[in-house]
């Protein structure tokens, strides 16, 4: 107890802050086309040209999460730690086998529960994760085609427009509803971690976090330490995260100080960030 | 049983009377006007502006009896007229003007703020005619729906010769009730310029109220054998959607279809005639290629459409609606199973 277990750098932390403000956008000014008359839409559109602007920030923040993506991609193809994540997010069977266990386990029909111990990504991780690449490679397309019309228009008929309309939208219920419906039950309602998994903000787990949802990459943490401590090496890489010191007041509840660690934190990690 | 039928009779005598009286005072009224049309009943009475110009002072008796205030006198219209310079020939002028508004308040009080009283200072009878009036469901009245197109294309020529062109004037021509003529989007009293936000024909209200009264109403669709199509795809599509929230550079009806000169798509002259879609998507879309003039325009999504986009789009949707349904619901279950399973275990 007390250990805390890295699990966003901040480079990673800064990735997704950057995603979910771009997400945010994207979802408020998109919907705001397609339900201009709605309540929540009316400082869009009580302002002089606030449906131009808009169009314009829709475009802007589209532009901005494409980028991420391409910054992402060579995040993963060009640094150890990237190319770690791609190893350890590739589905396995294991997974299917923790989502009917779990299932099993939450409907009582396993009798006593069973203790699952999942990996770095467990199940409910790597399938965000795929749906988030999945959409937005698909709104990726649609989305330059309605931007670009003249020039797909140039190729393609008419109704393939109406069709990159229709799967643009659609596509955008899906992805929005998985971010309420999947995204914050993970990290904000899920009980574990209720009022929220503080890890996009200071970067770490704690070590009860790690227990529950990742008990195989604890495991294996630990035994690599162990492994680390026989051999003496220093300061040799470990496992799939870092380790950090025990928190000197051993406090694992959430407390007020905490948000003022995650500062200190980010002013470490600013510290010690040696590039990418 | 006795008193009961000397009160009806009290009544009925009562309302015999009153008529009686309103017969009397009706004939006195009439009495005026014969009193008028003594001189004024001369073809060739006239008299001479500022100007010098020769204006006739002549009523014919037959059209003021046939007209709807053949009934009222000279002198309920010409209120002023009764002084004594007019008994001495004299010429007065605060007399040349008739106040409408004396009978018609709420008209005039609307054409007050219309454009046609503040900029033009024209008068009621510009439109209306004078000695001749006749109500608006009389087919020889100028206000009637046929005759617009010659009352108002007095002053606006260009646009009531397109108008009379095109498919509503054509229409409108052949006597169909419900074809629009001018006041039909303009309004009648209170017309507005187009720039005026209250404007009846202003850019925020083509595609919300102007078209759509006609093209969104069932029964007139029915009777004419059009659909509403049009406006609800319009309505979802990229251009209705941003000019609902307010966008003024969107596309509304009249951006492709044109105003006074709108033509069926069949008509080589049409705005929206396969030939000149090019053009005419290339107003906004200057890079617009063939592929814009090719295809329908205004398709709503179903599986059973005419138009392939139509069909691929309603089975996009039956598809997303499925799959949306499913993972979403799926993740609903997970989720919720989960969050009770946690609560249950950690119940005190």
Known sequence: ?276 | MMWKVRKIGAIVLGFLALLFLYEVMGEGAWADSSKCLTCHRDENLSKKDKQGNKISLFVSEAELKKSVHGGIACTDCHTRILDDSHAKKGVKEADRKVDCGTCHERSEKLFKTSVHSIKVHIACKECHGSHSIKPLSDPKSTTFRTNLIQTCGACHPEESKQFADSVHGVGLSRGRPNHPTCTTCHGTHGIKPRSDPESAVHERKIAITTCPQCHAAEQITREYRFTTQPVKSYYDSFHGLSYRGGDTFSANCASCHGVHDIRPSSDPKSMVHKDNLQKTCGTCHPKASVNFARGKIHTLADIKGVDIGEKVVGWIRIIYIILIVTVIGGMTFFNFTDWLRKTIDRRP
């Open chain 1, 1 to 276: 107890m007390g250990k805390k277990y890295l699990r966003m750098t901040l480079n990673e932390r800064i990735q997704h802050i950057n995603l979910a403000i771009n997400f945010t956008i994207l979802v408020i000014t998109g919907f705001a086309l397609k339900y201009p008359e709605a309540f929540w839409v009316s400082p869009i559109t009580d302002v002089p040209l606030g449906m131009t602007f808009r169009g314009f920030l829709h475009r802007l923040s589209g532009v901005a999460t494409v980028t991420l993506g391409g910054y992402h991609l060579l995040y993963l193809a060009f640094t150890a730690r990237g190319r770690q994540i791609v190893i350890d997010m590739i589905p396995t069977w294991k997974d299917v086998q923790d989502l009917w266990e779990t299932l099993k386990n939450n409907l009582f029909i396993n009798r006593p529960a069973k203790v699952i111990k999942m990996g770095r990504f467990n199940f409910r991780e790597k399938f965000e994760y795929f749906g988030l690449i999945w959409g937005t490679i698909v709104m990726t397309v649609t989305g330059f085609i309605l931007w670009f019309k003249e020039e797909w228009l140039l190729f393609f008929p008419m109704w393939t427009f109406d069709v990159a309309r229709a799967i643009h939208f659609y596509e955008a219920v899906l992805a929005t509803l998985t971010i309420i419906v999947w995204h914050f039950y993970s990290v904000i309602f899920n009980p574990d971690v209720y009022p929220m998994n503080w890890a996009w903000i200071n970067g770490h787990l704690t070590e009860h976090e790690m227990e529950l949802e990742h008990g195989l990459e604890l495991e294996k943490i630990k035994a690599s330490q162990e492994k680390e401590l026989k051999e003496f090496s220093e300061a040799g890489p470990s496992g799939g995260g870092r380790v950090y010191p025990s928190h000197p007041g051993g406090r694992e509840r959430f407390s007020i100080k905490d948000l003022y660690g995650a500062i200190q934190d980010i002013n470490e990690s600013v510290k010690n960030w040696k590039g990418m």
